[in-house]
Each structure stands twice: as structure tokens, then as C-alpha cells.
């Protein structure tokens, strides 16, 4: 549930940055090194490659059925991969940024990395439910101390303009909170230099250190430099791909520590600019609790699909939540959920006005571009309405004359806002505002007598409401990538034309005319 939530969002991302014309590279992947995948072999009885083997093919059949289109899935047992992880290795002890020395600490084997004491609640890792072992022996050290400075400094000038001396040297954190809790660790507690490597002995599972060969890679450090070797990276500083640094990574608020200490003390140290932004989205609960067999409120992602389909459970983990904090999850309030804006809203609202279209067979010509001015503009009651659902409070300070174009139109603007701000539950609820006043002013206006006492003005009316659901359309597009295409397909138009469309051309009123449009099945079976 946890990767795919995040694979989704970031999925929803490429998608809409893909629409803006640009170059979009998503990458994803596997950890497939350490001691917890060794010891899960172990008990499994099985090799430790052909057990990852078997996990990637199920992560990859995963991502394919939630319709993910990702550029490429990286795994770490990767030949190339390795390769390029011990030149990286080796330039950082050349450097003398990786030194030996003996590590001494709590250890984790959930969370693959040594823990401190102020973070065990009754002595056990809070994010595993377990005791950390403790150990000491030799490792090699990856220096953290004479770095921290530039880390809170890089922290620190994110929001600042970009000049010759910080660029790449920037590391913006969210949410806001997010970083300042890392700033606030970085302030008031020195580092300590972390072990990068255990002994073979001990962990077989993983890649040999280049200048050791009794020494295994720590996972974490081989994990982070997946981030380059998925964009073809070979390990040296000379050949960084040109589509680094990312834009955005994506991470679960847990390993939010890690990727803003050790990840770009690794990139400052080997001379590559920093991401320029890190973002840690909250944790999935379930009925107020993490989920957990022993409380029997574990919601598998194949449950969701199985029980709403692929485009529903991206919608609705999407829309669960502000992904910057928790959200909270039950199969019965996904359902009522899914019932009403999926059934009621997105389905019922497409279903009446093709149903009307069709129905009637307005000829639809180009004069009927144009709005239809009062018909989709507001009544008083309207406003009243309004006053009190805060979601369209906004509209009442414009007017009578404020229509269902203009309402369109800033429910666009809104839409970049919030994917721009990687605010994916406000961005859902920007093409649900489009659909509820779509279906507010076709209970309001009756087009079904409308047809009858003005036929005229009733083709105009309803092709306003085709446009508008087209508008929508494209908004959910990367939320609902097939839901799109079949609205698309009800409208007359071909889905795919549709999305060649660059996204600020494709979404202009009154950009195309309308004809065979069919109601057919509707988008989304009711559940009880």
C-alpha cells in the first residue's frame, strides 16, 4: 500500500508534466541488498537473488495494473548498477570522506540503518515493532560531521535566489514542517559519522566494497545512488546524466531523515548538485492506527483494485488525504466515497448530459462555442447555495453573471496550483468543484423542458456542459488515465487526439465541436 501510494502520486506528476510538453523521466525501483532481505531469504529457504527476483516481478505487476508509467525500474542487484556503486565508493575514500573505523549503536534490521535510543518507544523501533540489536565491529565511516554545516546551509537557501555560488548546492524539504523538523535535528544534535559497511561475515547480501573486500556495502548508501545509476549513470563525477539533479523525489515521511542527511552528504562529497526538492508524504492508516495483522485492519492495494478498479483506487488514495500528512483509510469509507464522487458525481454528471445530448441530437455548429450566458451563470439562490459550501464561497464576491466558462477556467488555474505544490487532494477536488456546478445548474435549468420551450438556447446549454466535461476530462486525465479516454470516447472525440494536445491547448473553450456523442455504459458500477 505504502509504495503504491507514493508510485501513484508521483505518477500523477510525469503525467501532467508530460502534458506541459516537457521532459519527464519517472524512475522507481528496488532495494534488494541487506540484511533483512538476507535473513527473509533465509526463512523463505531461498537464494537471495531469486528471491528479490520473484518480489521485483510482483512490484512490476503491480505498477503495471495501477497503470503506472514509469521510465524505468531500477534494481539494485543490478549488474551495471554495482558497477557504478563501487567506482562512487572508491571516489569517496579517495577523498577521504569514507574512513575506516569501529561503529558502535542499535540497529535496526526493519529500518537497515543504526538508530538512536531517544528514538525507541519501550525500547523498540516504533516503525517496526522490534528490538534493535546491538552491535559493534569494524566498518568504514562516512563523515558526517565536517558536512553538516553545508547540509543545514543547503537546507537553508532553498527559498533563496539562485546564484553562481549555490547552485546545486540547495535542498528544498517538504512540507514546511518536514523541514523544519530536519533543520531542528541538524541544529541541536551533533552528527556522528555512520557506518557504511558491515562484515561479510555477518551480512553476505550486498555489493563488496571496492577497497575492502571483507566488507559489504550498507544498503542505504548502495540504495541512494540508484537515484543516478536509473538514469544510466556509471559511477564517475565526470559523466552526470544531463537529467540530473531530479525535480522532485518522492519518499515516505520514515526514511525523510536519511535522504536529507546521508543522500546529499554523498552528492556534496562526490561534487553532484543536490535534488531540487525532497518531498515525504505521510503515512497510510487505518481506522486511526498503523495497519497491522494483529488488529486485523490491513487493506491490501489488490483488495482495493479487486473491490473499485484500477482508476477508482488511484482516485481515492489520491483524494484520501493532504499528502503531506497522514491520511486515514477504511474499506467503508472509501466505498461511501467512491459512491458518491466517482457514481453520483463524475458518473451521474457525464451520464445525464449525454443521455440529454443524445436524446435530442442537437445539431451543434460553431455558433454554439460561444457561452450561453445566463443559462450557466448563478441565480440568487444559487449564491445562497454557495454561502453555504465554503468549496465555492469564492464565487459569490464575482456575481450573478459569474458562468460556468469562467468557473471552468479558474478551476484550472487552481488545478496547476495545487499539483505545483504536489498537493494531489486539493487538485481532486478542483475537477469535482467543475462536475457539482455542471450538475447544479442542470437541476436548476431543466434542459429536459428547455429543449421543448427554447430548442436554441437548450443547444447551447448543453454545449456548454459538453465542453465543461471535457475540460474535466483533461484534469483528471492523470488521475484517472482510463476514465479520461472513455469520457472522451462518450463525447464524440478521439482520446488520443485529445491527449496529444499540449495541456494549456487542450483545455481552451470551445477548441472542438461535438457530434456522435452516446451516453453508453456508465463509468463506475455502484457498490454496496
Not at 545512488?225 to 559523466?239: C, K, P, R, V
Request: aromatic share 10%; glycine share 6%; with cysteine.
Amino acid at each position: 500500500m505504502g509504495h503504491a501510494y507514493t508510485t501513484i502520486a508521483a505518477d500523477v506528476l510525469a503525467r501532467f508534466h508530460r502534458r506541459e510538453g516537457k521532459n519527464v523521466f519517472l524512475s522507481t525501483g528496488m532495494d534488494e541488498h541487506g540484511l533483512k532481505i538476507q535473513e527473509s531469504a533465509e526463512k523463505a529457504g531461498k537464494d537471495p537473488q531469486e528471491f528479490v527476483d520473484e518480489i521485483a516481478k510482483k512490484f512490476q505487476n503491480l505498477f503495471d495494473k495501477l497503470n503506472i508509467k514509469y521510465d524505468k525500474f531500477i534494481r539494485t542487484t543490478d549488474a551495471e548498477h554495482i558497477k557504478a556503486v563501487q567506482k562512487a565508493l572508491q571516489i569517496l575514500f579517495d577523498k577521504k570522506a569514507i574512513v575506516p573505523g569501529k561503529y558502535k549503536g542499535l540497529y535496526c534490521v526493519g529500518c537497515e540503518q543504526f538508530i538512536t535510543s531517544s528514538q525507541l518507544v519501550d525500547g523498540k523501533c516504533p516503525d517496526h515493532d522490534m528490538e534493535p540489536q546491538e552491535l559493534e565491529e569494524d566498518s568504514y565511516l562516512l563523515d558526517l560531521k565536517s558536512i553538516q554545516k553545508d547540509l543545514i546551509q543547503a537546507i537553508e537557501q532553498a527559498d533563496q535566489p539562485m546564484t553562481a555560488e549555490n547552485v546545486g548546492k540547495r535542498l528544498k524539504i517538504n512540507p514546511f514542517e518536514k523541514k523544519n523538523e530536519i533543520l531542528s535535528f541538524l541544529k541541536n544534535q551533533d552528527l556522528q559519522d555512520v557506518a557504511i559497511s558491515r562484515d561479510k561475515k555477518k551480512v553476505s547480501c550486498g555489493i563488496e566494497l571496492p577497497f575492502d573486500k571483507s566488507q559489504i556495502t550498507y544498503v542505504w548508501v548502495d540504495a541512494f545512488l540508484n537515484y543516478l545509476t536509473a538514469l544510466g549513470w556509471d559511477g564517475t563525477t565526470e559523466n552526470i546524466p544531463e537529467n540530473f539533479p531530479p525535480q522532485i523525489q518522492l519518499m515516505g515521511k520514515d526514511i525523510l531523515r536519511v535522504h536529507a542527511t546521508i543522500w546529499p552528504a554523498m552528492l556534496l562529497y562526490l561534487g553532484i548538485k543536490l535534488p531540487k526538492e525532497i518531498f515525504a508524504h505521510g503515512m497510510i492508516l487505518s481506522g486511526g492506527k498503523k495497519m497491522s495483522k494483529t488488529l486485523g485492519n490491513v487493506i491490501s492495494i489488490d483488495e482495493m483494485i479487486d473491490k473499485f478498479g484500477v482508476d477508482a483506487t488511484r482516485y481515492l488514495l489520491m483524494s484520501a488525504g493532504t499528502f503531506g500528512s497522514d491520511v486515514d483509510i477504511t474499506m467503508d469509507r472509501m466505498a461511501e466515497k467512491y459512491n458518491a464522487d466517482l457514481v453520483n458525481g463524475i458518473g451521474n454528471t457525464v451520464a445525464r448530459v449525454t443521455n440529454l445530448v443524445e436524446s435530442n441530437n442537437p445539431d451543434f455548429d460553431k455558433g454554439y462555442k460561444d457561452d450561453c450566458g445566463d443559462l450557466t451563470a448563478l441565480s440568487s439562490e444559487d449564491m445562497r447555495w454557495c454561502i453555504n459550501n465554503p468549496e465555492y464561497a469564492g464565487i459569490v464576491e464575482r456575481g450573478e453573471n459569474y458562468q460556468l466558462k469562467d468557473f471552468a477556467k479558474e478551476k484550472l488555474r487552481d488545478f496547476n496550483v495545487d499539483l505545483y505544490n504536489r498537493d494531489f487532494y486539493l487538485a481532486t477536488w478542483e475537477f469535482l468543484g467543475v462536475q457539482q456546478f455542471i450538475d447544479k445548474i442542470i437541476s436548476d435549468n431543466k434542459p429536459w423542458e428547455l429543449v421543448k420551450s427554447d430548442p436554441e438556447m437548450a443547444k447551447k446549454f448543453l454545449h456548454n456542459c459538453l465542453e465543461a466535461i471535457r475540460i474535466m476530462s483533461h484534469m483528471l486525465q492523470p488521475f484517472m488515465p482510463e476514465t479520461a479516454e472513455k469520457i472522451f470516447g462518450k463525447l464524440g472525440l478521439d482520446a488520443k487526439t485529445e491527449l496529444a494536445k499540449p495541456f494549456d491547448e487542450a483545455v481552451k473553450w470551445g477548441s472542438v465541436e461535438f457530434k456522435n456523442v452516446k451516453k453508453g455504459d456508465g463509468l463506475f458500477p455502484r457498490i454496496k
